[in-house]
């Protein structure tokens, strides 16, 4: 019975915003399940986005060891209509190996495929020049230009050295500036009733020395303004603002807000048991949020506040789609033999993330540390 509603995982994509994680998920229980390959394979037929789902599938199966998902792959490479994206793809995923023989086809073919190549291998690889579309006018080197320059390029003094846009993207690769702070409530677009792009990052970037300053922004009429400054005290207050996020959070799940609860979720981890008003609220979004990635946040948060209550839920995360969440479980979920022996079948998983093994290594080996009896 479950077999149809695996391969429409496949076929279909059903996430909320399309950024969760899925095709380990979906490659593991094709593999757990035993179940014909057959349908995914005929989806490389499919339209684009099928064919890709089918891709990521097929390729982490191969690399468990399956000879049928293998060879699917490079036969679609040598006849199939999306083969540049299943090249560019395996050759990224697979062992030099698998692939390299395919040049030959690869130097055939290019020049008739109605989808241009996008990344530089394996074409460079084959020796095959690709002619991509004017990408448009290069952003300015601005790594000579002092921290006063590009201060400058914010206040309108200086225009003609770059964007302003590209001065705060510049800012935030450097140690925190300060000259930034009495700048911020000036630094928006056209209309003045949004923030340049890249601002948030760059105030996140400052740090705690912005919050005499957010003091001021989150009294100001302008929305974007006040909510910048919210975020910002809430970042870096401390106990004085916990009321407001437990009231944020209850606030975010009577509205079904699902974006944003995260950066909630995020900012009460520092607070520990103190939050603990919060863990049902927690417990609810990890459940119920249609975005998969987030429930690392909502999980994280949960270890810190309820570190003796969230075990169940740690042991069930380290079957999660997610590859944080499973790595919070492997960090956190308790000493059980069932829960140890998941975190080695992740370690010796070939289709696992290389973060995750790693990490499921390095649980083991503390254990196995932690078991040994001392020497007499």
């Given amino acids: ?39 995914v394979v005929a989806l490389l037929a499919g339209d684009e986005g099928q064919s890709r789902r089918a891709v990521d599938v097929l390729e982490l199966l191969a690399l468990d060891g399956n000879n049928e998902a293998r060879e699917a792959l490079r036969s679609h490479v040598r006849e199939g209509a999306h083969w540049v994206y299943v090249l560019e793809s395996i050759s990224d995923a697979w062992p ?70 590209e001065a705060l993207r510049e800012l935030s690769r450097r140690d925190p500036v300060e000259g930034l702070i009495p700048l911020v409530p000036s630094l928006v677009i056209a209309g003045g009733d949004r923030p340049l792009p890249l601002l948030r990052q760059a105030v996140r970037h400052l740090g705690p020395s912005a919050v005499p300053a957010a003091r001021s922004w989150a009294e100001d009429e302008r929305e974007w303004l006040a909510l910048l400054g919210s975020d910002v005290l809430a970042d870096h207050l401390g106990p004085e603002v916990l009321p407001a996020l437990v009231a944020e959070l209850a ?15 995020n900012r009460l981890v520092r607070f520990g048991p103190a939050a603990a008003e919060t863990v049902p609220g927690l417990r609810r979004f990890w459940l119920h949020t249609p975005h998969s990635y987030e429930r690392a946040a909502y999980l994280a948060a949960w270890v810190a506040i309820d570190p003796d209550g969230v075990g169940p839920t740690l042991t069930e995360s380290l079957w999660d789609g997610q590859e944080q969440v499973r790595l919070l479980g492997i ?18 998983d070939p289709m696992e993330a290389p973060g995750v093994r790693a990490g499921a290594q390095a649980r083991l080996a503390t254990t196995a540390t932690a078991a040994t009896p001392c020497s007499p």
């Fill in 1 to 39: 019975m479950a077999a149809p509603f695996v391969y429409e995982g496949v076929r279909h994509d059903w996430r909320y915003d399309g950024t969760d994680h899925r095709a380990r998920y979906l490659a593991g229980l094709v593999r757990d399940l035993n179940l014909p390959l057959a349908p």
């Fill in 96 to 165: 030099l190996e698998w692939w390299e023989d395919l040049g030959g086809v690869a130097r055939a073919r290019i020049g008739g495929e109605p989808e241009l190549p996008w990344l530089d291998e394996p074409w460079t690889r084959f020796g095959i020049e690709i002619e991509r579309s004017d990408p448009g006018p290069a952003a300015h080197d601005l790594s000579g230009l002092a921290d006063s320059e590009l201060l400058d390029v914010l206040a309108g003094t200086r225009p003609e050295a770059c964007s302003r846009v």
């Fill in 251 to 265: 606030g975010q799940w009577r509205a079904r807000a699902w974006c944003g609860p995260d950066a909630t979720a």
């Fill in 331 to 348: 960090t956190h979920a308790p000493d059980r033999p069932e829960t140890l022996e998941r975190i080695a079948a992740l370690r010796d």
